[in-house]
């Protein structure tokens, strides 16, 4: 097996680095954080609706384009 272009042996390739494991530290503990807090919202006030549907659809917009219909509906 070839060496590491960083210089490590087969055991030390897979091992973090102090300064890897604070770059990502941060990001880890956002993620844990949010993930905290999201399940507290689930707890609390149950999982979220999808508001979605409440809303008509603008079928003069610029950027909407109609559903494809279904093959095995018919178009009448």
């Known amino acids: ?3 590491s272009p ?3 042996g087969t055991h030390e390739f897979f091992t973090l680095h102090p300064w890897v494991m604070l770059l ?11 993930s905290v807090k999201e399940y507290q919202r689930w707890r ?3 999982p979220s ?14 950027s909407y384009e109609p559903p494809k219909p279904n093959a095995g509906e018919n178009d009448t």
């Open 1 to 3: 097996m070839q060496n």
């Open 6 to 8: 960083f210089g490590a």
């Open 24 to 34: 990502l530290l941060p990001f880890v503990i956002m993620f844990v954080w949010a």
């Open 44 to 46: 609390r006030f149950g």
């Open 49 to 62: 609706k999808n508001k979605r549907g409440a809303y008509d659809i603008d079928e003069t917009a610029p």
